[in-house]
């Protein structure tokens, strides 16, 4: 053991200084160094007691208890974003399987289509025309229509053209582009 003096010559005031949002402490004597849990305590539970701020009661004010609150949030936020991600991909592919209904074309054909003529758009991207550009959509159904038909693959569940309007492709595309893809 050291002396009161070795003591006090090692820890000779208790303070805490800041650095890097760590707290170092130096104590008096060793038996308090060794009781004392430190800063790290205090910068732990304050993080948990910000997390848990806008909490009502004891949810908020008891360590024990928003320790409990704030890990379930936690983990609620974490499965959130995968389901976030899984809810968008739905959305998309309902918006691309209605606007496809309702150029009578499925959406099996459109991105095989799409792809054959190397129009490369993920299906975000073709949600977003569906909704918010028909127009263009309408011209992507009839690019992707015409170049199934052109290499012989069809979908028997399409019917015979890609939108109830007349819709020539000439106006949308140039024939002679699709014919050169296909070669």
């Known amino acids: 053991m050291y002396s009161r003096q070795e003591n006090e010559h090692l820890y000779k005031k208790v303070f805490c200084t800041r ?9 008096l004597t060793v038996a308090n160094w060794i009781r004392s849990r430190g800063p790290d305590e205090f910068w732990r539970k304050r993080r948990v007691f910000k997390l848990a701020a806008h909490y009502i009661g004891r949810r908020r ?11 379930r949030a936690l983990v609620y936020a974490t499965k959130a974003r995968k389901l976030k991600k899984e809810d968008m ?6 918006r691309i399987t209605a606007a496809c209904e309702q ?5 099996y054909t459109l991105k095989e289509g799409l792809d054959r003529a190397n129009i490369m758009l993920d299906r975000k991207s073709l949600s977003d025309l569906a909704c918010w550009e028909p127009r263009t959509f309408e011209c992507l159904a009839a690019v992707a229509k015409e170049k199934m038909n052109l290499d012989g693959a069809t979908d028997n569940a399409d019917k015979q053209y890609p939108t109830g309007v007349n819709l020539k492709l000439k106006d949308v595309m140039l024939e002679a582009w699709l014919k050169d893809k296909k070669q």
């Open 19 to 27: 650095r890097n949002s760590k707290c170092t402490m130096v104590f």
């Open 61 to 71: 004010n008891c360590y024990s208890v928003a320790v409990r609150n704030v890990h």
């Open 89 to 94: 991909i739905d959305l998309w592919s309902t």
């Open 103 to 107: 150029h009578n074309i499925t959406a």
